[in-house]
């Protein structure tokens, strides 16, 4: 299993050939597990550019598995946490990427992403494993 972030999913549905969506397709052919959180999922949902595509992607992304916070107070205070550490290095980050990496940590899958804000939350998170 594993855990896709919206910017591989993005290049996937434009059809773009990219290394992190050659992944991405092995992994749903060999039928590996391709997870996403209701923060992907929304923001998804936000790049429809039709009611045609804001359709297609709710069909989907229905038959895909979503990975959740564990707890809804200590998984927020842990991505703050990894916003805090990143700041303190001067890395700036996105807030919601903060929030799909501490997921991913809790869930204990690797990321699949082409976001270099996950290089930079990886770099104070050891336990945020990459693909």
């Known amino acids: 299993m594993i855990l896709v972030d919206t910017s591989v999913w993005i290049d996937f549905v434009r059809g773009r050939a990219t290394e992190a969506v050659a992944r991405l397709r092995e992994v749903l052919d060999r039928g590996l597990g391709a997870c996403l959180t209701s923060m992907i999922y929304q923001e998804i949902l936000q790049g429809a550019d039709s009611e045609r595509a804001f359709r297609d992607f709710c069909v989907f992304f229905s038959g895909q598995r979503f990975l959740h916070p564990v707890d809804p107070v200590t998984s927020h205070e842990n991505a703050a946490r990894l916003y805090f550490e990143c700041r303190r290095k ?15 940590i809790e869930q204990g899958v690797p990321l699949l992403h082409d976001d270099r804000d996950f290089e930079s939350i990886a770099s104070v998170a050891p336990a945020l494993k990459l693909s």
């Open 90 to 104: 001067g890395l700036t980050i996105r807030t919601n990427d903060c929030l799909i990496a501490q997921i991913a």
